[in-house]
T-cell receptor
Framework: EPEVTQTPSHQVTQMGQEVILRCVPISNHLYFYWYRQILGQKVEFLVSFYNNEISEKSEIFDDQFSVERPDGSNFTLKIRSTKLEDSAMYFC???????????FGQGTRLTVV | AQSVTQLDSHVSVSEGTPVLLRCNYSSSYSPSLFWYVQHPNKGLQLLLKYTSAATLVKGINGFEAEFKKSETSFHLTKPSAHMSDAAEYFCVVSGGYNKLIFGAGTRLAVHP
């Protein structure tokens, strides 16, 4: 069964450093997303991406964040100058055109120290 | 704006007894609603979805949910809990094609 894969599963980084979280969406999906879940809090929408551009983003997704589809299979989330409060589980998801349900990866646990 | 409220943060049941996880939604239009499950150290798995077809939706692992427009509810049920059902369950509403809006989650504990 096709699935969304994320790497790495865990990442520890020092405050102020840049991190790149990587995702391989399901191959025939056209919409891609990043969500995050801070420990003990709700899963929050960050950004959606379609046709090589951001289609919607939340207030959380400020200039510190960027997304890219560098090739035909990968979808990345870059966080510049990480802060302690960026520590969270980051989920990548994808969906087919015209479908509202999304399929999620296993997540990347980011710890900023 | 779309939102969901999960009425219980924790639910504890005995193995073999019914499960009820409650969710109310708010939507300015006919919503798409979902239940996702998150097992410890795992990703988010789609359990079932409602997209304006049948109001009683069957999902994986014996779960089902009923859409009740008059009550703005979408409660998740299972007739008989299994130990492997212990997990966190999220009620989710679609905020359009571009995003999903999650409830706070209900942690289900199943004891022998």
């Amino acid at each position: 069964e096709p699935e969304v894969t994320q790497t790495p599963s865990h990442q520890v980084t020092q405050m102020g450093q840049e991190v790149i979280l990587r995702c391989v969406p399901i191959s025939n999906h056209l919409y891609f997303y990043w969500y995050r879940q801070i420990l003990g809090q709700k899963v929050e929408f960050l950004v959606s991406f379609y046709n090589n551009e951001i289609s919607e983003k939340s207030e959380i997704f400020d200039d510190q964040f960027s997304v890219e589809r560098p090739d035909g299979s990968n979808f990345t989330l870059k966080i510049r100058s990480t802060k302690l409060e960026d520590s969270a589980m980051y989920f990548c998801a994808s969906s087919e055109w015209g479908r509202t349900e999304a399929f999620f990866g296993q997540g990347t646990r980011l710890t900023v120290v | 704006a779309q939102s969901v409220t999960q009425l219980d943060s924790h639910v504890s049941v005995s193995e073999g007894t019914p499960v009820l996880l409650r969710c109310n939604y708010s939507s300015s239009y006919s919503p798409s609603l979902f239940w996702y499950v998150q097992h410890p150290n795992k990703g988010l798995q789609l359990l079932l979805k409602y997209t304006s077809a049948a109001t009683l939706v069957k999902g994986i692992n014996g779960f089902e949910a009923e859409f009740k427009k008059s009550e703005t509810s979408f409660h998740l049920t299972k007739p008989s809990a299994h130990m492997s059902d212990a997990a966190e369950y999220f009620c989710v509403v679609s905020g359009g094609y571009n995003k999903l809006i999650f409830g706070a989650g209900t942690r289900l504990a199943v004891h022998p």
